[in-house]
Structures are given as C-alpha cells and as structure tokens.
C-alpha cells in the first residue's frame, strides 16, 4: 500500500501524521489523484531559495506585516514570493515560532499569497507539504484556512470530476490523517446519528476511492464508541451484514474481537457467537483465528477474545450435555468448577445423540465442530475435557470411571473410534485410592471411580489438588 506522501507526489515526514493513513487510500485511487496533480502541473510545486534568503524573507515579512494590506502588498512581486512561501514554516533559535504557528501573521502571509497578481497554482504543491508535514501543529484555525484557500484555488482552476480526490483529501483531511482519525470519523458517525453503513457519505469519497482496512478502522472505533443504549439485536445484525458483504476475514477478527471482549455487548453474546462462528469459525481451532495482516496487538486482542469465547462455549457445552445426554447434575457442577481452566471440550457418540443435541437451533454451529461421530450406535457418549497437562474423559453411563490421561498420552484418534470403549484402558491403576480416613494413595494417571456415590468429589479434589492444581 502507498503512502499519503506517493499519493500526492510531495516529500514530508511520513512519522508527523497519523499511523493509519498510509492505508487509507486504494491504488485506483492513488492514481487518479496523482493524474489530476500532474494535470496541474504541481509536481514538487516551487524551487524555494535557500536557508538564507528564507530567513531574510521572514525578517523582512516581520518587518513590514504592521504597514496594513495594501502598503505590504507593494512590497511583493512575483520575484521575492517565493521567500515569504518557504518563511512560513521557518523558525530558529531566535525566531522559535513560524508563521504558521502565529494566527495573526500567518493570515496575513495568506492574504498576501492568495492576492490574484502573485497566486501562482505551484503553491498548492507546497501548501500541500506543509500542511501535511506540520499536521498535527498547526493550530485549528490556520489549518482551517489553508485548507479552505486550497479548496477554492482547485475550484477555481477546474471544476471537473477529475479534481474531486484532490479536493476531497484537502476538505475532509481531519478523517484521514488526525492522529485519532478513525475516532473522529466515528463521533462524527454517532454525533449525527449517521448509520455505519453511510461511513462513505460522511467521508465524501466513493467505496473504491478507500481501503477496506480504514474502513474496518472506522468500524472498530465505532464500537468502541458507540453508548450502550444504541446496542441492541438489531445492531448486531447490522454490522454482521455490514461485513458479510465485504467477506474479509481479517476484519471479521478485528470487529468480532472487540463485540466479545468489550462489557457492553455483553448482553448479545449468543449472537455474537453464533455469527463468530459462521464467519470465523469455532474459536476451538486456533488457526481460523489468525490473519496475517493483523498487527501484533491485533492478533493478541483476537486471541483474547477467541480465548473467552471458546470458554464460554465450553461452559455452555458441559451444561448441555450433563443435563441433556448424562442427566447428571452433581458431575456437571463438578467440572463447572474447573471451566476457566479447561481448554478443549469434545464429545464423541452415536449419530442419534447427535441429532439430539443438534435440535437447539442455538448450539447446533458448535455441536457440528466439537462432536465427534463414532461408526457404532452405541447409546453411550463421551465428553473430553482437554486442560493443563491433562484429559479427562467422563461417561455418560455412569457405572463407567473417569478416564485422566496425561496429555502425551492421549493419542486417540478422535475421528475414527467405533466405539466409546476405546476411549478406555481398562488396564490403567486406580488413581485414587483411600487407605485409612484422609490418608490418600495416589497416582500422577489413571482411572478414578465415582465412589461413594455420594462424596466421591472430595477424593477426586484430594487427587486435583496434588497434580493438576500445582
């Protein structure tokens, strides 16, 4: 992507403007703003005269700026312009403060060089460095004029078409290249009451004249932005559209990131997942997660937010299987206990129970991912629960034991079992077993059986707390 500085053909300090506006623009874009500048014969503008003429042509400005208009007036020619143009931004030890720093003196200066016997076209080339190069200095009120000056000038040499990207990029600079531009364009959006998908009305260029990735900007700051009472499922819906009809991955990851993670889109987090899911994918699999056009920062906020939303599909899953498939509350609000440390959640059964679990029409997109489909018919299932260093595999028969592998262990091929049964290794050793009272004989791996029936969690929290909680 080409920057502001190859769009207009001039040379500036690209680090004095914002960091989002070297993407701003689309080629298409870049080349018709360089053919209406080439059509005004702008180029690098004007041949300014060197240090020292510039510092006595802002001495001698300074000298005669109190004389009024039309007294200063005789003073210039077409000759001696060009110092008071290369003035306006000089400044020394002596004279810290330019023209353009000063309101007063810079309208003048302006007065002077816009008067119709010494305007000369090749300054808005330079007016154009300036006014990019000093962006963020120059204060607000002869920023404003410059940029109205040059509107008109471009006017008044050609009214076509052919100039409106030029004219654009002057009469709309603070959303493109303010250090918090997308910000702005974002307030302005909400201020007005100016629905996202109206971004290119507000920014007075067309879709193709910008980048999807400053449009994908705009979208994030919006959300950032946007107060609590303007959310609602409607919204949500909106920006799902919003993106679908672009399909861009990256800029699913970068809104949908920020959807998960901000409190205030909390209340809409079964939408939001259901449509993560469609456009992404199940934040189970780490590598529909990634993009490699995300900055670091972004990639470590997606990842953020894939993070808690595969938590909160892991918990919303154990709850639905226990209850709909195990039937089992006191094991459900066993492994609840451990849901901000568990990682993967599959389960593998039968066709029929997948059906059955495939009804609520709410989890059916992650059931598709996570449920792993033995050949057998088999009534009884089983849910995996990858965490730490260990898998822990429960039954949903409930005179089978909990299987706790050691992750290097578990080698199982998830998408070829026949069966529940070879899930099991029936030759493993007992992992807990109790001698006398609390005295407790353990090993790191194993089979652990669900006795007494009632009171078997205190064994089992006796065994998480020796391995798998250190």
Same mark, same amino acid.
């Given at each position: 992507? !080409? %920057?502001?500085?190859?769009?207009?053909?001039?040379?500036?300090?690209?680090?004095?403007?914002?960091?989002?506006?070297?993407?701003?623009?689309?080629?298409?874009?870049?080349?018709?703003?360089?053919?209406?500048?080439?059509?005004?014969?702008?180029?690098?503008?004007?041949?300014?005269?060197?240090?020292?003429?510039?510092?006595?042509?802002?001495?001698?400005?300074?000298?005669?700026?109190?004389?009024?208009?039309? !007294?200063?007036?005789?003073?210039?020619?077409?000759?001696?312009?060009?110092?008071?143009?290369?003035?306006?931004?000089?400044?020394?030890?002596?004279?810290? %403060?330019?023209?353009?720093?000063?309101?007063?003196?810079?309208?003048?200066?302006?007065?002077?060089?816009?008067?119709?016997?010494?305007?000369?076209?090749?300054?808005?080339?330079?007016?154009?460095?300036?006014?990019?190069?000093?962006?963020?200095?120059?204060?607000?009120?002869?920023?404003?004029?410059?940029?109205?000056?040059?509107?008109?000038?471009?006017?008044?040499?050609?009214?076509?078409?052919?100039?409106?990207?030029?004219?654009?990029?002057?009469?709309?600079?603070?959303?493109?290249?303010?250090?918090?531009?997308?910000?702005?364009?974002?307030?302005?959006?909400?201020?007005?009451?100016?629905?996202?998908?109206?971004?290119?009305?507000?920014?007075?260029?067309?879709?193709?004249?910008?980048?999807?990735?400053?449009?994908?900007?705009?979208?994030?700051?919006?959300?950032?932005?946007?107060?609590?009472?303007?959310?609602?499922?409607?919204?949500?819906?909106?920006?799902?559209?919003?993106?679908?009809?672009?399909?861009?991955?990256?800029?699913?990851?970068?809104?949908?990131?920020?959807?998960?993670?901000?409190?205030?889109?909390?209340?809409?987090?079964?939408?939001?997942?259901?449509?993560?899911?469609?456009?992404?994918?199940?934040?189970?699999?780490?590598?529909?997660?990634?993009?490699?056009?995300?900055?670091?920062?972004?990639?470590?906020?997606?990842?953020?937010?894939?993070?808690?939303?595969?938590?909160?599909?892991?918990?919303?899953?154990?709850?639905?299987?226990?209850?709909?498939?195990?039937?089992?509350?006191?094991?459900?609000?066993?492994?609840?206990?451990?849901?901000?440390?568990?990682?993967?959640?599959?389960?593998?059964?039968?066709?029929?129970?997948?059906?059955?679990?495939?009804?609520?029409?709410?989890?059916?997109?992650?059931?598709?991912?996570?449920?792993?489909?033995?050949? %057998?018919?088999?009534?009884?299932?089983?849910?995996? !629960?990858?965490?730490?260093?260990?898998?822990?595999?429960?039954? %949903?028969?409930?005179?089978?034991?909990?299987?706790?592998?050691?992750?290097?262990?578990?080698?199982?091929?998830?998408?070829?079992?026949?069966?529940?049964?070879?899930?099991?290794?029936?030759? !493993?050793?007992?992992?807990?077993?109790?001698?006398?009272?609390?005295?407790?004989?353990?090993?790191?791996?194993?089979?652990?059986?669900?006795?007494?029936?009632?009171?078997?969690?205190?064994?089992?929290?006796?065994?998480?707390?020796?391995?798998?909680?250190?």
């Amino acid at each position: 992507m !080409m %920057s502001i500085r190859e769009i207009l053909n001039i040379n500036f300090d690209k680090n004095s403007i914002a960091e989002k506006a070297y993407n701003v623009f689309q080629k298409e874009t870049i080349r018709g703003v360089k053919s209406s500048i080439n059509k005004l014969s702008l180029g690098d503008g004007v041949n300014l005269p060197n240090e020292e003429k510039i510092k006595e042509a802002y001495e001698y400005f300074m000298g005669v700026k109190d004389l009024g208009y039309e !007294m200063i007036i005789q003073n210039y020619n077409k000759k001696n312009i060009r110092g008071l143009l290369g003035a306006l931004n000089y400044s020394s030890d002596d004279n810290k %403060s330019s023209i353009f720093m000063q309101q007063a003196e810079f309208s003048i200066a302006l007065q002077i060089l816009s008067s119709d016997n010494l305007w000369n076209d090749r300054f808005l080339s330079y007016f154009q460095r300036i006014l990019l190069s000093e962006w963020n200095t120059i204060p607000v009120k002869n920023k404003s004029a410059l940029k109205k000056l040059m509107s008109e000038k471009i006017d008044a040499i050609d009214k076509e078409s052919a100039f409106l990207s030029v004219r654009n990029v002057i009469d709309n600079s603070e959303y493109f290249l303010n250090k918090d531009a997308t910000d702005e364009v974002a307030i302005a959006l909400i201020k007005n009451k100016i629905p996202l998908s109206q971004i290119l009305s507000l920014l007075k260029v067309n879709e193709s004249d910008i980048t999807y990735e400053f449009f994908t900007d705009i979208i994030h700051s919006y959300l950032q932005l946007l107060p609590a009472r303007f959310i609602d499922e409607d919204f949500i819906e909106s920006i799902a559209l919003i993106l679908e009809s672009h399909n861009k991955h990256e800029a699913y990851l970068i809104v949908f990131a920020e959807l998960i993670l901000d409190a205030k889109y909390r209340n809409y987090i079964q939408s939001t997942r259901a449509k993560a899911i469609r456009y992404i994918g199940d934040p189970i699999s780490f590598q529909k997660w990634k993009n490699s056009k995300l900055s670091n920062s972004q990639q470590l906020k997606v990842e953020m937010a894939r993070n808690r939303l595969n938590k909160i599909i892991n918990k919303d899953l154990l709850n639905y299987v226990f209850e709909k498939i195990f039937r089992d509350n006191i094991r459900k609000r066993y492994w609840l206990k451990f849901i901000d440390s568990i990682d993967e959640v599959y389960i593998v059964g039968s066709r029929f129970n997948k059906a059955s679990l495939e009804g609520d029409e709410a989890k059916r997109e992650y059931i598709k991912s996570r449920y792993k489909l033995m050949s %057998s018919s088999e009534g009884t299932c089983a849910i995996i !629960m990858k965490s730490k260093d260990y898998v822990f595999v429960e039954f %949903s028969v409930t005179s089978n034991a909990l299987y706790i592998y050691k992750s290097n262990d578990f080698n199982f091929n998830l998408n070829t079992l026949r069966n529940t049964s070879e899930l099991k290794r029936t030759k !493993m050793e007992i992992c807990v077993s109790s001698s006398i009272g609390a005295n407790y004989n353990f090993r790191s791996s194993g089979r652990f059986i669900h006795k007494p029936k009632y009171g078997w969690e205190e064994n089992l929290d006796a065994w998480m707390k020796r391995y798998y909680e250190n």
